[in-house]
C-alpha cells in the first residue's frame, strides 16, 4: 500500500527530476568552449534545473567559470588526473554515474567531435536512442533535426525516459557567461577505467584568426584556388576582414589547407554574418554547412555554379583578379 504522503513525495520528485538536465561541458584546459553556452541556452529553453558537469584535471578554473553561466544552478566536477584527455569511454562513465544519482530529464551537449564520440556510448549504456544535432525545442520531449544534409527537417517526439541530445551551436544564441551563481559539487566518485584506449599525443592547428565556428565573418575557399600557394589569397582576404578561414572539402583533399578548416555536412556548421564562398560550385554536402549565414556572397568564373542559387550576392568572375580588388577595396574604406 501507498501512502498518500509517499505518493506526493514520489510525483513531486519525479516531477522535478523530468525537468532537471544535465550539460556536458566541453573545454580546452583554459576555457569553456563557446558551443557548450549554446547548449546551456537550449537547456534554459527547456525549463529545466540545470546541473553541468565539467569532467578534466585540474578543472577548477573551468569549473568557476560554469558557475557564472546565466541559468546554471549546479556544476558537477569530476576532477581526476586519469580524465585528463577526456576520452569518450571514460567521460560516458561519469555521465551515467551522475544519471544513476540524479536521474535527469534530459542530458545535453554541444554537437561536435567531443560528443559525438560522448553521448552514444552515453545512449548505449543506458539502452536509450541519442537525438543528434537538433535546432529546436518545442516541448522537453519534441525537436527538430535537420536529415539528408539539411535538406528537410524532421520533428521528433521522444519516450525515452531520460533525452540524451546534442544541440547544433549555430541554432543557439550562446546563454550569457555572467550572471549565474551555480553552486559548485563534486561528481559522484567513479574508477576510472582505461576500456583498453590510451591517448597518445594531439596535434593542434593554431591560429590567430577568428575561430570558424564562432566569426562573424568567414572567407571560404574551395578547388578554384588550384594549389596550396594560391590559397593563401584566401587568408589575405579573411585577414583583410577580420575573417574566419573556412574550405571546401575539395580543397582539404587537395591538400590546400588542413582539414579543420572544411565547411559541409563533413566538416563544420557555421552561421556567420556574412559568408563568402571563392571558387566554390555549391555542392549539396558544402551548402549544408554554410546555408543559413545571413548573407552569403559568391565569386565563381561560372555563372551556372549551385552557390549562385544560395548566394544573396553573386560575382562572375575570376578570383585571382576579383579578390586582390576586394582586398585593396577594404583597405581603402578603413
Ligand atoms: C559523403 C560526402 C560528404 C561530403 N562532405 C563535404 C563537406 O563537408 N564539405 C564540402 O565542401 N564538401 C563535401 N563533400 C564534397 C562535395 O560533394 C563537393 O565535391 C565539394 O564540396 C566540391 O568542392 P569545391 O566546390 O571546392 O570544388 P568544385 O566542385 O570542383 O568547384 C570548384 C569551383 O571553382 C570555380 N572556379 C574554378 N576556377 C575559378 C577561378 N579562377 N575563379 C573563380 N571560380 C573558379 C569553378 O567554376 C567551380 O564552380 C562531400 C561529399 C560526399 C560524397
Given at each position: 500500500?501507498?501512502f498518500p504522503?509517499t505518493l506526493?513525495?514520489t510525483?513531486f520528485?519525479?516531477?522535478?527530476?523530468y525537468?532537471?538536465?544535465?550539460?556536458?561541458?566541453e573545454?580546452?584546459?583554459?576555457?569553456?568552449?563557446?558551443i557548450?553556452?549554446?547548449?546551456?541556452?537550449?537547456?534554459?529553453?527547456?525549463?529545466?534545473?540545470?546541473?553541468?558537469?565539467?569532467?578534466?584535471?585540474?578543472v577548477k578554473k573551468?569549473?568557476?567559470?560554469?558557475?557564472?553561466?546565466?541559468g546554471v544552478?549546479?556544476?558537477?566536477?569530476a576532477d581526476d588526473?586519469?580524465?585528463k584527455?577526456?576520452?569518450?569511454?571514460?567521460?560516458?562513465?561519469?555521465?551515467v554515474?551522475a544519471h544513476?544519482?540524479?536521474n535527469?530529464?534530459?542530458i545535453?551537449?554541444?554537437?561536435?567531435s567531443?560528443?559525438?564520440?560522448?553521448?552514444?556510448?552515453v545512449?548505449?549504456?543506458?539502452?536509450v536512442?541519442?537525438?543528434s544535432?537538433?535546432?529546436?525545442?518545442?516541448?522537453n520531449?519534441t525537436?527538430?533535426?535537420?536529415?539528408?544534409?539539411?535538406?528537410?527537417?524532421?520533428?521528433i517526439?521522444?519516450?525515452a525516459?531520460v533525452?540524451?541530445i546534442?544541440?547544433?551551436?549555430a541554432?543557439?544564441e550562446?546563454?550569457?557567461n555572467?550572471?549565474?551563481?551555480?553552486?559548485?559539487?563534486?561528481?559522484?566518485?567513479?574508477?576510472?577505467k582505461e576500456?583498453g584506449a590510451?591517448?597518445?599525443?594531439?596535434?593542434?592547428?593554431?591560429?590567430?584568426r577568428?575561430e570558424?565556428t564562432?566569426?562573424?565573418?568567414?572567407?571560404?575557399?574551395?578547388?578554384?584556388?588550384k594549389?596550396?600557394?594560391?590559397?593563401?589569397l584566401?587568408?589575405?582576404?579573411a585577414?583583410?576582414?577580420?575573417?574566419?578561414?573556412?574550405a571546401?572539402?575539395?580543397?582539404?583533399?587537395a591538400?590546400?589547407?588542413?582539414?579543420?578548416?572544411q565547411v559541409?555536412?563533413?566538416?563544420?556548421?557555421?552561421n556567420?554574418s556574412?559568408?563568402?564562398?571563392?571558387g566554390?560550385?555549391?555542392?549539396i554536402q558544402h551548402?549544408?554547412?554554410?546555408?543559413?549565414?545571413k548573407?552569403?556572397v559568391?565569386?565563381?568564373?561560372?555563372k551556372?555554379?549551385p552557390i549562385?542559387q544560395i548566394?544573396?550576392?553573386?560575382?562572375?568572375a575570376?578570383?585571382?583578379?576579383?579578390?586582390?580588388?576586394?582586398?585593396d577595396?577594404?583597405?581603402?574604406t578603413k
Open positions: 500500500m501507498i504522503r506526493f513525495k510525483a520528485t519525479s516531477g522535478y527530476r525537468n532537471s538536465t544535465l550539460v556536458v561541458a573545454h580546452s584546459g583554459d576555457a569553456l568552449s563557446k557548450t553556452l549554446n547548449a546551456i541556452a537550449a537547456a534554459n529553453k527547456l525549463g529545466s534545473d540545470i546541473s553541468v558537469l565539467v569532467t578534466g584535471s585540474n573551468i569549473a568557476e567559470e560554469t558557475s557564472k553561466v546565466n544552478k549546479k556544476v558537477i566536477v588526473p586519469k580524465l584527455d577526456q576520452l569518450p569511454e571514460c567521460v560516458a562513465d561519469v555521465i554515474a544513476k544519482q540524479n535527469y530529464g534530459s545535453i551537449a554541444g554537437a561536435s567531443f560528443s559525438r564520440g560522448i553521448i552514444p556510448r545512449g548505449g549504456i543506458l539502452d536512442s541519442p537525438i544535432e537538433i535546432t529546436e525545442i518545442h516541448s520531449d525537436f527538430t533535426r535537420p536529415m539528408y544534409a539539411g535538406n528537410a527537417m524532421a520533428k517526439k521522444s519516450k525516459p533525452k540524451l546534442t544541440v547544433r551551436g541554432a543557439f550562446a546563454a550569457s555572467t550572471g549565474g551563481s551555480g553552486a559548485i559539487e563534486d561528481a559522484p566518485k567513479v574508477e576510472i576500456h590510451t591517448f597518445v599525443s594531439k596535434e593542434i592547428v593554431k591560429s590567430d577568428p570558424l564562432s566569426a562573424k565573418i568567414v572567407v571560404s575557399g574551395g578547388r578554384g584556388f594549389s596550396k600557394e594560391n590559397f593563401e584566401v587568408y589575405k582576404f585577414d583583410a576582414l577580420n575573417a574566419g578561414v573556412g571546401s572539402r575539395a580543397a582539404v583533399d591538400g590546400f589547407c588542413p582539414n579543420d578548416l559541409g555536412q563533413t566538416g563544420k556548421i557555421v556567420p556574412l559568408y563568402i564562398c571563392c566554390i560550385s555549391g555542392a551548402v549544408a554547412g554554410m546555408k543559413d549565414s548573407v552569403i559568391a565569386i565563381n568564373t561560372d551556372e555554379a549562385f548566394a544573396d550576392y553573386g560575382l562572375v575570376d578570383i585571382f583578379k576579383a579578390i586582390p580588388e576586394f582586398i577595396e577594404v583597405k581603402n
